[in-house]
């Protein structure tokens, strides 16, 4: 079965400052990758996914992510943060169209 | 176009009480998700809709928890009755197709306490 796995329960980074989030999995094949965040109050917003093809993949409000197939990570990266992006971050990944598994979960907060 | 909703936002119950939750999918979008956070942990996936019938239902946790979707439009969770270890974020999500081809739509959640 697969599984995902994010080393970093929470994160703090100072505002205008890079971001890299972890998030290493576990499939037999190479599965199809999703980044999730989730504000306050709010429901889980697709941020970026990989599926096949460029390794480097870029998604919503300036994130990017690398697949790394020899480390099976698909960490996510911003060059610069936002106070906005405090947040819950998930990674998640899905077996050639089946449900979802996901992380445990990165949450970030920006220090002004 | 209206997302997906969730109700209620928030339910206390008593143990050994029932609580049924309700999400109603993105118009149009025939695979329906389940999944459920308990205290922070990490998101687990309840069972999966194709329309009305359960696709996959290896998530559900036990016989406490009966999941409908009649008609193929919005689904049900019912817990009875409700333990301890119930408590938690219950998410619901939509897509179009299967999540590997078309984004998966969440709903805000709903957030139960069981007392």
């Known amino acids: 079965a697969q599984s995902v796995t994010q080393p970093d329960i929470h994160i703090t980074v100072s505002e205008g400052a890079s971001l890299e989030l972890r998030c290493n999995y576990s499939y037999g094949a190479t599965p199809y990758l999703f980044w999730y965040v989730q504000s306050p109050g709010q429901g889980l917003q697709l941020l970026l996914k990989y599926f096949s093809g460029d390794t480097l993949v870029q998604g919503i409000k300036g994130f990017e992510a690398e697949f790394k197939r020899s480390q099976s990570s698909f960490n996510l990266r911003k060059p610069s943060v936002h106070w906005s992006d405090a947040a819950e971050y998930f990674c998640a990944v899905a077996p050639g169209g089946g449900a979802l598994t996901f992380g445990s979960g990165t949450r970030l907060q920006v220090q002004p | 176009e209206a997302g997906v909703t969730q109700f209620p936002s928030h339910s206390v119950i008593e143990k050994g009480q029932t609580v049924t939750l309700r999400c109603d999918p993105i118009s149009g979008h025939d695979n329906l998700y389940w999944y459920r956070r308990v205290m922070g942990k990490e998101i687990k996936f309840l069972l999966h809709?194709?329309?009305?019938?359960?696709?996959?239902e290896s998530g559900m946790p036990n016989n406490r928890f009966l999941a409908e979707r009649t008609g193929g439009t919005y689904s049900t969770l019912k817990v009875q009755p409700a333990e301890l270890e119930d408590s938690g974020v219950y998410f619901c999500a939509s897509s179009q197709d299967p999540p590997g081809r078309s984004p998966l739509h969440f709903g805000n959640g709903t957030r139960l306490t069981v007392t």
């Open positions: 809709f194709v329309k009305e019938s359960k696709q996959d």
